[in-house]
């Protein structure tokens, strides 16, 4: 009686797992953001307007900078609700010279892209 | 000697006691349902861990100084992962393995020693050990 009350947790467990990854993966499709614009900021540092445009809120966790020479990550922390705008100054973030490509990623792993050229 | 008790205990035509009979059930029952539980356990929690697999691609840098492709992972799921293969247009590549484990909410750079040109486009698939898939096209700048 007692093994069939485990087995029955433990594929229980199984289940609700299941139903826990099917809600990330929900969440993460419903998660959409933009960047409108990325801009230096004078005399150092960059700004990064960016756009929840989904349902859900999202929190940001990294901003890539990289151009044909270097890939540098650094981390953040900003919350955005559905639909909120946020402009995110870093004075410690140089751009480079010429072109770039400018990233924001969310804690589920969804990316957005800006390109200057 | 041995065969002598063998052959007295086919003749013997006592059966076993009730009460040994009885314990004799239930540490069978017992054993059969604690094996049953372990499997159980075993399998649920490899197919536990295999669901809750989620590995994200940040970047993949084409380097031109150390000739490498560098892919940084961040693992978004809820299981551990463990990189074991690592194949670029299907064909198997050597990898750094001391960067190949990413514990949750973890990210780390994967080197990929393997040559590019510029301007192909390049099938990368990254492995764990439990079978999941991070596979996409990227373009050498």
Redesign the interface.
């Known amino acids: 009686m007692?093994?069939?009350v485990?087995?029955v947790i433990?594929?229980g467990?199984?289940v609700l797992?299941?139903y826990?990854?099917n809600q990330?993966d929900l969440e993460r499709t419903q998660e959409t953001l933009t960047i409108a614009n990325v801009t230096r900021m004078e005399p150092a540092g960059l700004s990064i307007e960016v756009k929840n445009t989904g349902a859900v809120s999202l929190h940001l966790v990294?901003v890539?900078v990289?151009d044909?020479?270097e890939?540098q990550?650094y981390d953040a922390d900003v919350f955005l609700n559905a639909g909120e705008s946020v402009t995110y100054n870093r004075t410690d973030i140089a751009l480079p010279q010429g072109a770039f490509l400018a990233?924001v990623?969310t804690?589920?792993?969804n990316?957005a892209v800006f390109s200057e050229d | 000697m041995k065969k002598k008790i063998f052959k007295r205990f086919l003749r013997d035509k006592r059966a076993i006691t009730p009460v040994f009979s009885h314990l004799l059930l239930t540490v069978v029952a017992v054993a059969i349902m604690s094996l049953a539980t372990s499997a159980t356990f075993v399998i649920t929690t490899n197919m536990k861990e295999t669901m809750g697999e989620r590995v994200v691609v940040e970047d993949v840098w084409f380097n031109g100084a150390t000739g490498t492709v560098n892919v940084y992972l961040r693992n978004v799921g809820k299981a551990d992962i463990q990189i074991s293969g690592v194949y670029v247009n299907h064909v198997g590549q050597s990898f750094n393995e001391n960067a190949s484990r990413l514990q949750v909410n973890k990210q780390g750079w994967l080197s990929i020693a393997c040559s590019w040109e510029a301007g192909k486009a390049y099938y990368i698939d990254i492995v764990t050990n439990r079978g999941t898939h991070i596979a996409d096209y990227y373009k050498a700048p």
């Open positions: 007692l093994s069939l485990l087995v433990i594929v467990n199984v797992r299941s826990q990854m990330v990294a890539w990289s044909s020479t890939h990550r990233k990623v804690e589920r792993g990316i």
